[in-house]
C-alpha cells in the first residue's frame, strides 16, 4: 500500500527560526508536493516536484523553499519563520502512471509564535 | 491556471438521504476529476473519480457525474451514513501531468 510519512506531526516554532518539514514516500512515486491547508482556503500549493533534483513552485510559494534529494525526500523549508505561516501541512505523492491519485501524508500542524 | 469551484462549504442532510455536491472547472483540457474525503482531524484520501471519456460513474454508495459541455461535475452520495460526515475536496487535473487543482471543500454532515 502507498505510504507517505512527515515528520515532524506538531511543531512550534518562534518567528524568525528556521523550520523544516520532512516527507518521505514508499511508493515510487515521480512526483511529490507540499500543500497548506486553512479554514477557508481548502488546500494550496506550495511546491511540487517531477523527481530528485528538480522543484517548481506552486501558487503560493512566497517564503518558502523546498528540496528533493531523492526519490523518496521531499522537504518543505521556511527560512525566517513567520505567524503567517501557522497551519496544516500535506505532503502528497504520485504519477501520471497510478492513474494521477495523489497519496497524502498525516500532515503536520505548524505553529509559529 | 485551472480553478475549480465548489459551490457549497457546508451541506447537510439527514442520515438515509442523498447528498450532491458540485463542482465547476474552467479549463477545457482537464480530463481527470478526483474527489477526496478528509475525516475529522484526519489527512486527506482518494474516493473516486471520473474521466472525460465517461459521464457517469458509479462506485457503491458513490456516483459521479461529469458535463463536460458546462464544466460541472457532481459527487453524489445515496443513502448517508453517519460516517460519510467529512470535508470533501473535488478536483480537476490533467493527464499531461500529475499536478492536481482542488476546490476548498465540502463540509457533510449526516444528522442522524
Known amino acids: 500500500e502507498a505510504a507517505v510519512t512527515q515528520s515532524p506531526r506538531n511543531k512550534v516554532a518562534v518567528t524568525g527560526g528556521k523550520v523544516t518539514l520532512s516527507c518521505n514516500q514508499t511508493?515510487?512515486?515521480?512526483?511529490m508536493y507540499w500543500y497548506r491547508q486553512d479554514t477557508g482556503h481548502g488546500l494550496r500549493l506550495i511546491h511540487y516536484?517531477?523527481?530528485?533534483?528538480?522543484?517548481e513552485k506552486g501558487d503560493i510559494p512566497d517564503g518558502y523553499k523546498a528540496s528533493r534529494p531523492s526519490q523518496e525526500n521531499f522537504s518543505l523549508i521556511l527560512e525566517l519563520a513567520t505567524p503567517s505561516q501557522t497551519s496544516v501541512y500535506f505532503c502528497?505523492?504520485?504519477?501520471?502512471?497510478?492513474?494521477?491519485?495523489?497519496?497524502f501524508g498525516p500532515g503536520t500542524r505548524l505553529t509559529v509564535l | 491556471g485551472e480553478k475549480v469551484e465548489q459551490h457549497e462549504s457546508t451541506l447537510s442532510v439527514r442520515e438515509g438521504d442523498s447528498a450532491v455536491i458540485n463542482c465547476t472547472y474552467t479549463?477545457?483540457?482537464?480530463?481527470?476529476f478526483p474527489w477526496y474525503k478528509q475525516e475529522a482531524g484526519k489527512s486527506l484520501h482518494f474516493v473516486i473519480d471520473?474521466?472525460?471519456?465517461?459521464d457517469r460513474k458509479q462506485s457503491q454508495r458513490l456516483i459521479v457525474l461529469l458535463d463536460k459541455k458546462a464544466k460541472r461535475f457532481s459527487l453524489h452520495i445515496t443513502a448517508t451514513q453517519p460516517e460519510d460526515s467529512a470535508i470533501y475536496f473535488c478536483?480537476?487535473?490533467?493527464?499531461?501531468?500529475?499536478?492536481?487543482?482542488f476546490g476548498d471543500g465540502t463540509q457533510l454532515v449526516v444528522k442522524p
Open positions: 502528497a505523492s504520485g504519477d501520471v502512471g497510478t492513474g494521477n491519485e495523489q497519496y
Open positions: 511508493n515510487n512515486h515521480n512526483n
Open positions: 516536484s517531477y523527481g530528485a533534483g528538480s522543484t
Open positions: 479549463d477545457t483540457a482537464s480530463s481527470y
Open positions: 471520473i474521466r472525460s471519456n465517461v
Open positions: 478536483a480537476a487535473s490533467m493527464n499531461s501531468n500529475n499536478r492536481i487543482f
